[in-house]
Nanobody, 126 residues
Framework: QVQLVQPGGRLVQAGNSLRLSCAASGRDLPSYVLAWFRQAPGKEREFVAGFRWRGSTTYYSDSGKGRFSISGDYAKNTVDLQLSSLKPEDTAVYYC???????????????????WGQGTQVTVSS
């Protein structure tokens, strides 16, 4: 069992940056991949970035590569998503998720994750 806690909603202007932190707790965390997904109104939930505790390996979607950065803090059991150069089309609910022992391509698929945070509304104003 893994518990994930995310921050509350955020409002930011286009072009600015934002950091989201996901606090994880539970057993055997090093065996999990922690990922960030997002879901905009009327769209499917999409993979943004993932972090594997063992080896600190990172994974990115094409839309996030270059603007988004994911990192993990072992001491705090947190996985952060740094969002830069934000655009209005980045407006969505961002979810933190944990999946046990996932590898590519499965780690990019939302249905492979058993545990989810409550979601964080990110609104980017133009």
């Amino acid at each position: 069992q893994v518990q994930l806690v995310q921050p509350g909603g955020r409002l930011v202007q286009a072009g600015n940056s934002l950091r989201l932190s996901c606090a994880a707790s539970g057993r055997d965390l090093p065996s999990y991949v922690l990922a960030w997904f997002r879901q905009a109104p009327g769209k499917e939930r999409e993979f943004v970035a993932g972090f594997r505790w063992r080896g600190s390996t990172t994974y990115y979607s094409d839309s996030g590569k270059g603007r988004f950065s994911i990192s993990g803090d072992y001491a705090k059991n947190t996985v952060d998503l740094q969002l830069s150069s934000l655009k209005p089309e980045d407006t969505a609910v961002y979810y933190c998720a944990a999946g046990w022992n996932l590898w590519q391509p499965e780690l990019r698929q939302a249905d492979q994750y058993a545990y989810w945070g409550q979601g964080t509304q990110v609104t980017v104003s133009s």
